[in-house]
């Protein structure tokens, strides 16, 4: 069984430039997480998404970054017109469908690391 | 809402000398905690988690990590470092509902 794949491992943008990080869960889960990693900090929650809805946006910066998980293909984080503070590490994590109301364990991919000159 | 302290952004231990990596968490609801272990250019990987029942926790690699409610700490230890144990150490903290919150990573480098 894969495990959660990301793409691409790296990123280079311009400033202004746009970047998309794209995010396909492990086989047979359907939630989607994306948190960020800044220098030297920890890992931030940033959405939650099922297919075609966000569940959960609040950790998103209110402009110029976005989120999606279509019904077919991987989830997908958009960031416009970047900045050099979005450098940073984004990881996907998914879970399977919630068992009672309790939330599964989150099992991460290996990030893609953004660069913005 | 919840909070992670790692204590110590980096520890080097020898190769056979006990690993002790501290993590101290803040939550308002009776936490679920884990240890996440992150390889260079890999994924986080979980090591062991705590939901509820016994507090000594047992994970991969030969890892455990006990929960103190009363020191609202769950330290991760090892006793026999390897050097394949070399990586970065995430605590992470998550309440009732789905979102994690980590502390800022322990490094750990094992000298031959």
């Known amino acids: 069984n894969a495990g959660v794949m990301q793409n691409p491992r790296h990123l280079v943008r311009r400033r202004g430039q746009e970047a998309r990080l794209r995010c396909s869960p492990m086989?047979?889960?359907?939630?989607v997480y994306w948190y960020r990693q800044l220098p030297e900090e920890g890992l931030k929650f940033m959405v939650y998404?099922?297919?075609?809805?966000?569940?959960?946006e609040s950790g998103m910066p209110k402009e110029r970054f976005s989120a999606e998980f279509p019904k077919e293909g991987p989830s997908i984080l958009r960031i416009q017109q970047v900045v050099r503070g979005d450098s940073a590490a984004y990881f996907c994590?998914?879970?399977?469908?919630?068992?009672?109301?309790?939330?599964?364990?989150?099992?991460f991919g290996p990030g893609t690391r953004l660069t913005v000159l | 809402a919840q909070s992670v302290t790692q204590l110590g952004s980096h520890v080097s231990v020898s190769e056979g000398a006990l690993v002790l990596l501290r993590c101290n968490y803040s939550?308002?609801?009776?936490?679920?905690l884990f240890w996440y272990v992150q390889y260079p250019n890999q994924g986080l990987q979980l090591l062991l988690k705590?939901?509820?029942?016994?507090?000594l926790v047992k994970g991969i690699n030969g890892f455990e990590a006990e929960f103190k409610k009363s020191e609202t700490s769950f330290h991760l230890t090892k006793p026999s470092a390897h050097m394949s144990d070399a990586a970065e150490y995430f605590c992470?903290?998550?309440?009732?509902?789905?979102?994690?919150?980590f502390g800022a990573g322990t490094t750990v480098t094992v000298r031959a």
């Open positions: 994590a998914s879970s399977p469908i919630r068992l009672a109301g309790v939330t599964d364990t989150q099992y």
């Open positions: 998404l099922q297919k075609e809805n966000i569940i959960d």
């Open positions: 705590y939901t509820t029942g016994a507090t």
């Open positions: 939550s308002s609801v009776p936490p679920y």
């Open positions: 086989k047979g889960h359907s939630h």
């Open positions: 992470a903290v998550r309440g009732n509902d789905y979102k994690l919150s």
